[in-house]
């Protein structure tokens, strides 16, 4: 049993939803000649609207309204679009093995699927908690959240326990974005984290600072620096406390995990080049891996960043995986006229009514600026690496302050005195 295409897509998410796209606006293929294979029953969908708009307590989003590409504007891609652009949707089926030198896959239906030109967008999973050693982890109110299957079961958790508590076990996006659900929900939460912070990876100790408080002014309770290391149960199973390292114990309605997510790479490695730093299935500026009739994009791809002077990065978030799903299908389809992807990270979030942005790379010494304290708060910080800007975050900025400060970090604008950039703030990058 098998079926033969020249392209395809191997995952269903958000970059394979804007390789599409692509694809559909270039016409370089025909009926018949590509496909998407994805594990979910759906076609792609924006997958960030999970933890914001999804877990609203009314007028929450649903499918059909957030399939790629309507996160960018775009046009949104229903399973009919797929139709009348001749793309053939292989949905519900995942791939179990690949191999590469005979360009096929085998799906766990027991088909084998070949392709001339494959583009892996395999994305990530959550870590779970047995990874770590906890058992239990699988009772029916602990939720993860990656997929729209893991978002139903969380709004289904969430109703049985209306005024309950929560614990969040994680403190970087999805602990921050479910906390701040799960109280407009009117769920009391706690949040457990190891660091001293939430979002060690991005947050400066000033930046989360204000957004702890700012929860805390929420009803958000936040216990850091420990873990947990077992959960007390009822006679169903159910989760009724979560155990500290500490000590202590939390009661608990519901639990919610976000500690992290592994790149889906295992299918390839061995055929693959990977970059074992970033876990990450290792390509060029063409997004095109070891093999050069298979590409990678996305979550699972390690991709070299021009203005970090090509330094190899995988990254986790929505406009690399928009931009590179998109940059691989011009690779394909023109690659004489294809330049090396030239991209500027972007990562932002929306919580309750506070909304940021930040670009470029968190790395050199940190200057603040703006308003901390206001109840409509504008405030930022500027990350400066050898004289230079390298990465700005902006807290309640404008569309035009945004855009802004996202050109001062592409120019890496030259800063000569840290003072001056901390009273200048965001006009620095205004009047750049
Ligand atoms: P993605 O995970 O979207 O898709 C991977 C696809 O591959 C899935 O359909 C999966 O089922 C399929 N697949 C994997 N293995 C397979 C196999 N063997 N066979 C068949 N199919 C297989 N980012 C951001 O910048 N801002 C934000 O606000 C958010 N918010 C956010 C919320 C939540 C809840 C999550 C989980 C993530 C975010 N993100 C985000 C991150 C962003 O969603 C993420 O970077 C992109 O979805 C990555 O897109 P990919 O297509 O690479 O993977
Ligand atoms: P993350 O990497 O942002 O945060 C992981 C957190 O897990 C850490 O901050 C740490 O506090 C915690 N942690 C790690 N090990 C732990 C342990 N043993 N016990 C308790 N806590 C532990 O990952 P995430 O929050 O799970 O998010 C998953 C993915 O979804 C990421 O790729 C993220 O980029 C993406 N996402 C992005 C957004 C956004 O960009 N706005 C929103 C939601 C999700």
């Not at 590509?34 to 999970?50: D, K, N, T």
């Not at 850091?224 to 149960?233: A, R, W």
């Not at 519901?254 to 730093?277: D, H, K, P, W, Y």
């Not at 109840?375 to 990465?391: D, E, L, M, Q, T």
Request: glycine share 12%; net charge neutral; aromatic share 10%.
């Amino acid at each position: 049993m098998g079926r033969a295409f020249v392209y395809v897509i191997l995952g269903g998410g958000v970059a394979a939803g804007y390789a599409a796209l692509e694809f559909a606006r270039r016409g370089g293929y025909s009926r018949g000649e590509l496909c998407i294979i994805s594990e979910e029953a759906v076609a792609p969908y924006e997958r960030p609207a999970l933890s914001k708009g999804y877990l609203l307590p009314e007028g929450a989003a649903r499918l059909p309204g957030f399939h790629t590409c309507v996160g960018a504007n775009d046009e949104l891609l229903t399973p009919k679009w797929y139709k009348e652009q001749g793309i053939e949707l292989v949905l519900g089926t995942k791939v179990i093995s690949a191999d590469v030198r005979r360009k096929t896959l085998l799906t766990g239906t027991g088909e084998t699927i070949s392709y001339k030109t494959l583009i892996i967008a395999t994305g990530a999973r959550a870590l779970k908690l047995q990874e770590f050693g906890i058992q239990g982890s699988d009772a029916s109110n602990i939720c993860y959240l990656r997929n729209i299957d893991d978002a139903d079961k969380l709004v289904s958790v969430m109703k049985s326990c209306p005024g309950g508590n929560a614990v969040v076990i994680g403190g970087g996006y999805i602990g921050m974005e479910c906390a701040a659900a799960l109280v407009t929900n009117k769920i009391r939460v706690t949040m457990v984290f190891p660091e001293k912070h939430c979002m060690g990876r991005l947050f400066t100790p000033k930046i989360a600072e204000f957004y702890e408080n700012y929860y805390t002014s929420k009803g958000v309770t936040f216990v850091k620096g420990t873990v947990l290391t077992s959960f007390e149960k009822d006679m169903t199973g159910k989760v009724t406390a979560v155990i500290l390292k500490d000590g202590r114990h939390l009661p608990a309605d519901m639990v919610v995990v976000g500690i992290g997510i592994r790149a889906n790479t295992s299918l390839f490695e061995g055929q693959l080049m990977m970059s074992t730093e970033n876990g990450g299935i290792k390509v060029n500026g063409q997004l095109q891996t070891s093999d050069s009739s298979v590409y990678a994009v996305g979550d699972v791809a390690a991709f070299p960043i021009k203005l970090f002077d090509d330094d190899i990065r995988r990254l986790e978030h929505v406009d690399s995986a928009r931009r590179t799903g998109r940059h691989a299908v011009a690779s394909i389809l023109d690659p004489s006229k294809t330049r090396d992807i030239d991209y500027l990270p972007f990562f932002y979030s929306r919580v309750f009514t506070l909304s940021w942005q930040f670009y470029g790379d968190n790395v050199g010494e940190v200057v603040h600026f703006g308003d901390f304290t206001s109840s409509s708060p504008r405030f930022g910080a500027y990350w400066v690496n050898k004289g230079r800007i390298a990465g700005a975050f902006l807290e309640g900025g404008s569309r035009e302050e945004y855009e802004a400060i996202s050109i001062a970090v592409r120019r890496e604008a030259v800063v000569t005195d840290m003072g001056e950039l901390e009273k200048q703030g965001l006009a620095l990058a205004i009047q750049e």
